[in-house]
């Protein structure tokens, strides 16, 4: 008899409506965190518990072959989205798993530890269910499908928002071990939901995941990624060829890759990411939990927190960006200032995403934006994609 | 919760004895039971070889290493059915000893198939469940089938969870098997096939694993594997094979992460086998407690806890003192102590040294001794008049979740039969709160359910402090001070409980801004004087957190974190609201990135004085 392995289907062509201006023309699974896109996280766990075939339904094929490429022992499929909807997109990978026994389903846009996914993938062997889902604590469930359980803990159907739903804290963790039949049912027809519930008739067991778990939906999300995983560092880790002045100050938890220059009496205070080729001008403040990525510039006497810079973007001298992410090359004017909105205000304007929103909220800049100087970026601000602005603009 | 292993390998694949081989899987299966351990092999005849003990005890007097054969089984116990002794250690055979069976599981139906196969003249040798398997393999084969067909007619006959394997000397060459719910995994390696309760017990040999499923049933041997389902017929598992590249984690986990949240989790169910297996022993207990002239209860760690709220309800419905003590205390009482007195000595793992010692100076004083405890025949119940059971099964987690609950669940109940037996309670008012203890179990899963996500956050927000209070009054004082325990262990944050009015006497000294305070609030006579308590720290500034009966409006208004539980009796609630502060205390430990299953400086049993 001759051994598999698990295959796995990766949904990575959301449209990504609540990501917008980051998802404007360019699919948010390919947003950058500590160096790497967003979907490469996933496929990344895949491969260490061990998938070797991963066939990833995509909307923008050539864009995620480049940013995909060189997963040591990792086979990728790309196949092209057609039609709208996640249950469009299992069907349009249906031919790859039509003789697989068992699938691995996985979301794009989570981001979590590998352990999560072999946490699911032992629950399935196991407790000798059908199937197997990440089930994740969740005191907000609302946005989120929720499970139906059953007296032993396995799931019997999933309960889109909308429907009625029973009083449970969890939520749908985006991986699955689902047996072959389900594959079948969408091709038929069936919708997602409906075919995971045909399939979970007799359960499916849940693992229960109680580590950190970031569904990377909203611009904020990914500063709830970033955050997670820099918590994780634990030690300072400065490639040799980066260029540091002996003036700077760098401390803390701090990743510091290739080619990255930091000039004098900058400070980086971790835990911080500072990526490839990026600059840190003089007299800058780099807080913590903020991800600099490929070939940002910081001009001097800035200051950034809690926040991510697509690549190549630009933030110029003397700014202030906090909790607030920056779309691919876009231009931050020199002076421009992102206040930050908190406390009662913030749970008041955002009630129906309480849960899920940073204890504070800055700007979301989308890609090649030009901010001319001096702009004042209102807390929640939303500048789309492309736009450009004069000085002294105040933003809403 | 046993743990097994079968190996079809022919002669000579491997370079050691089949025992061997046997032996250390039944080591990577220990965890899931270590009361017993037996195996058997086919080689030049049939050997069966089992004795009560560790394994590594017992090793020596098995003789591994001396055995040798071409297929073969191994089993490690923890005793459900019958006490761990040799005659009930499994590998278990019929009449003839040709046919030997190793379960992991439990028989629901066992009674009534004994009876039957009695009837029929089979012979029973121990008092477990699983010897009926054999038997009625052997009967149905008797009258004409084929080991197959025998086996697929007895899964249909069992009512319960199952995994088995059988050796037969009529097919030498096969281990068959079957499996529902408990976890059976079958091994594919060169030449030599395996099957076992979990992965870890072949993983040297072979990386290359079938999972079975619930319902499915059939035969390895040297060089083939034989699946059916036993309603669907055969099942092609070629393409089921699958390679396993990281270690899995030990089966037992089924899809959580830690032991102790699993533990937590199986409380419903723990509680629900506790319950139904409520027997007259509670009755007599009852009686002793009646006839005796003081009663003590002797308890360490959360047993005490468990042993508090007994006295609680053996005051407050029976109308019996009983005077609680930590055991490492005992000497205090022994002057006073003759053979009129009763003590109760409760440890989950009935080997609990400092209460094993308070059992033989109170006996040595003539004092009879009721112990209740998680583990069949340890040397608490040995040492003991009268033992009663929880039955949580084993219980891995340093930090006791489910063994709590149902030692609580076993104390309620002997209070309430105590309360009929003794006149303080009327026939209905014991059927009420019996009946509502029945429930317990149901609430507490959906307690779990409702509020997991609440514990989660509850347990980020504990992260950075560095000491709480847990305050409560009446029977809940035991609960907040189990709570507190749970974060002290596992958590490594600074934990308090007292009784709410002792707050002005002193330490509310401590009180400042967001000083962490949890109330617990009951349907009881305290429930305005709670309100009073929360009130003062809330004055002082202290973040409140509360686990309140959901119409208590006064207590959820003032409280900052206020978890709404169902409408129960105090006493049921003392079960049901220790859930959700086993929960923060899990997540705080999370939190801090801490595993809560190897809390430092801290051991399961504590063994030693």
């Known amino acids: ?396 | 919760m046993c743990g097994i292993i079968g190996v079809a390998c022919g002669r000579g694949a491997f370079s050691k004895p089949l025992g061997s081989i046997i032996k250390e899987a039944l080591k990577q299966l220990e965890y899931r039971g270590y009361d017993s351990v037996g195996y058997a092999v086919i080689g030049e005849s049939l050997i069966l070889r089992k004795a009560a003990g560790k394994l590594d005890d017992v090793a020596g007097k098995l003789n591994f290493e001396g055995v040798d054969g071409f297929v073969g089984m191994g089993h490690t116990r923890w005793a459900t059915h019958g006490s761990p002794n040799d005659i009930n250690a499994h590998p278990h055979s019929d009449c003839t000893g040709r046919i030997v069976v190793a379960h992991n599981g439990i028989v629901q139906n066992y009674l009534e198939l004994k009876e039957w196969l009695i009837k029929k003249g089979h012979i029973f040798r121990s008092e477990t469940d699983t010897e009926v398997i054999p038997h009625l393999i052997e009967e149905l084969k008797s009258r004409g089938m084929t080991t197959l067909d025998a086996l697929r007619r007895t899964v249909k006959t069992l009512r319960g969870t199952f995994a088995i394997l059988v050796l037969d000397l009529d097919e030498p060459n096969k281990i068959f098997f079957a499996r529902y719910v408990s976890p059976l995994i079958i091994g594919v390696g060169e030449g030599v096939n395996f099957i076992a309760s979990d992965i870890p017990a072949f993983l040297k040999h072979t990386n290359r694993v079938l999972v079975l499923k619930d319902g499915e049933l059939g035969y390895v041997s040297q060089k083939t594997v034989y699946v059916e389902h036993v309603e669907r017929g055969v099942v092609d598992v070629s393409r089921r094979i699958r390679i396993i590249d990281w270690t899995p984690s030990m089966a037992m986990k089924g899809g959580y992460p830690h032991f102790m949240l699993k533990e937590i989790h199986e409380q419903p169910m723990a509680l629900r086998t506790t319950i139904n297996g409520f027997d007259e022993s509670l009755d007599k207990a009852a009686e002793m407690i009646m006839e005796a002239n003081n009663v003590f209860i002797a308890a360490c760690g959360t047993s005490y806890h468990a042993a508090l709220v007994g006295e609680y309800a053996l005051a407050k419905l029976a109308g019996r003192l009983a005077h609680p003590f930590i055991a490492s205390e005992y000497t205090k009482y022994l002057n006073a102590i003759d053979e009129n007195d009763l003590l109760i000595a409760v440890s989950q793992s009935g080997e609990t040294i400092d209460t094993l010692m308070a059992v033989r100076k109170f006996k040595g004083r003539g004092a009879r001794v009721i112990a209740v405890s998680n583990v069949v025949d340890s040397a608490i119940p040995r040492d003991s008049d009268l033992p009663i059971y929880t039955k949580a099964g084993p219980e891995i987690g340093v930090a006791a979740t489910k063994t709590f609950t149902t030692q609580v669940a076993v104390l309620l109940e002997l209070s309430y039969r105590l309360g009929l037996k003794t006149g303080r309670l009327t026939k209905s008012e014991y059927l009420d709160l019996h009946r509502e203890l029945t429930m317990v179990p149901k609430v507490v899963s959906s307690v779990i359910r409702r509020y997991e996500g609440h514990c989660k956050e509850l347990g980020r927000r504990l992260k950075p402090i560095t000491s709480m209070y847990y305050l409560s009054r009446g029977v809940g004082v035991p609960v907040a001070m189990e709570g507190a325990l749970k974060l002290k262990e596992i958590s490594y944050i600074h934990a308090e409980a007292y009784p709410a009015g002792e707050s002005k006497h002193g330490p509310i000294a401590l009180i400042e801004r967001g000083f962490p305070t949890m109330f617990l609030a009951f349907r009881d006579e305290y429930m305005e004087a709670i309100l009073g308590n929360v009130m003062e720290m809330k004055a002082r500034g202290a973040y409140t957190i509360g686990l309140v009966p959901e119409d208590s409006s006064k207590l959820i208004e003032k409280l900052d974190y206020p978890l709404k539980m169902p409408y129960l009796t105090p006493y049921a609630a003392s079960i049901v609201y220790v859930v959700p502060l086993q929960l923060i205390a899990y997540y705080a430990s999370v939190e801090r990135g801490l595993d809560p299953d190897k809390p430092r400086n801290l051991a399961k049993t504590v063994t030693v004085e």
């Open chain 1, 1 to 396: 008899m001759k051994p598999g392995r698990f295959r796995a289907l990766v949904l990575a062509a959301g449209e990504g409506v609540e990501m917008r201006p980051l998802s404007e023309g360019y699919p948010k699974t390919l947003l950058r965190i500590l160096g790497k896109p967003v979907v490469r996280y996933v496929l990344e766990n895949l491969r260490n518990i061990g998938v070797r075939d991963a066939v990833v339904v995509v909307n923008k094929q050539e864009l995620f072959e480049k940013e995909l490429s060189g997963i040591d022992d990792l086979n990728i499929a790309f196949v092209e989205q057609t039609g709208r909807g996640i249950t469009q997109a299992v069907k349009s990978a249906t031919k790859f798993f039509e003789d697989e026994p068992q699938l691995l389903m996985a979301y794009g846009d989570i981001v979590a530890p590998p352990d999560a996914y072999r946490l699911v993938l032992d629950a399935y062997i196991n407790t000798g269910a059908e199937g197997a889902a990440l089930m994740v604590p969740e005191r907000h469930p609302r946005t989120y499908g929720v499970p139906s359980l059953d007296e032993r803990g396995y799931i019997r159907r999933v309960i889109e928002p909308g429907e009625e739903r029973p009083e449970v804290e969890y939520v749908m963790g985006g991986f699955y071990v689902l047996p072959g039949r389900f594959i079948k049912l969408v091709k038929k027809g069936l919708g997602l939901v409906e075919a995971f519930n045909k399939v979970a008739q007799h359960g499916l067991s849940g693992a229960l995941w109680t580590g950190w778990w970031v569904n990377v939906d909203y611009p904020w999300d990914l500063l709830k990624a970033v955050r997670n995983m820099l918590s994780e560092l634990k030690s300072m880790w400065i490639s040799e060829d980066a260029e540091i002045s002996p003036k700077a100050l760098v401390e803390g938890p701090v990743y510091i890759d290739s080619g990255a220059k930091i000039e004098h009496e900058a400070i980086v205070r971790g835990p911080v990411y500072i990526g490839r080729n990026s600059y840190i001008g003089t007299n800058t403040l780099v807080r913590n939990y903020t991800s600099v990525e490929e070939g940002c510039v910081v001009g001097a006497y800035s200051e950034l927190v809690h926040t991510v810079l697509q690549p190549r973007s630009v933030v110029s001298r003397g700014s202030l960006i906090g909790y607030s992410v920056v779309g691919r090359e876009s231009v931050i004017g020199p002076g421009t200032i992102s206040t930050m909105l908190y406390g009662e205000e913030l749970t008041k304007r955002y009630a129906d995403l309480i849960g899920r929103i940073p204890e504070k909220i800055g700007a979301v800049i989308g890609h090649k934006v030009r901010l001319g100087p001096y702009n004042v970026l209102k807390p929640g601000a939303k500048v789309r994609s492309g736009v450009k602005t004069g000085p002294f603009e105040v933003l809403e």
